[in-house]
């Protein structure tokens, strides 16, 4: 039973990072830089996922789970790559993309500290 589900697992770790193409390939196409993606929601998701790759490695010591989070985290870290590309090369200036990279909640406490911040490039995050 346990073999199963190991492969289980590991069928569904390597499949999951296939979802991630389609977005990456979108990005090079777009033209209204990335209105409809939240650019903080994928950093955050990014960030939140590594612990579980560090626990996996150092506490559970298991070859199937340290192979699955680290192509999810591998997924997440080409589509995170290619958002912010696709911005730059859209000519989105570095400081307005760090803006976007910055969830909605401290990029406000961020304007409220009295930072000089684009309202347009949160606007479209809501």
């Not at 989105?92 to 930072?115: C, D, M, S, T, Y």
Request: net charge positive.
């Amino acid at each position: 039973m346990n073999d199963i589900i190991n492969g289980l697992y590991l069928v569904s770790g390597a499949v999951l990072p296939l979802f991630y193409l389609p977005q990456i390939l979108r990005f090079r196409r777009d033209q209204t830089l990335l209105a409809s993606y939240s650019l903080s929601k994928a950093a955050c998701q990014l960030l939140l996922r590594m612990p579980a790759l560090l626990f996996a490695l150092f506490i559970v010591h298991n070859m199937f789970m340290n192979v699955v989070l680290s192509l999810d985290l591998a997924g997440r870290c080409l589509e995170l790559v290619a958002a912010v590309t696709s911005l730059r090369v859209q000519g989105l200036p570095w400081n307005r993309v760090v803006l976007r990279l910055i969830p909605k909640f401290a990029a406000r406490k961020h304007q409220e500290a009295g930072a000089a911040a684009d309202h347009s490039v949160i606007a479209p995050l809501a």
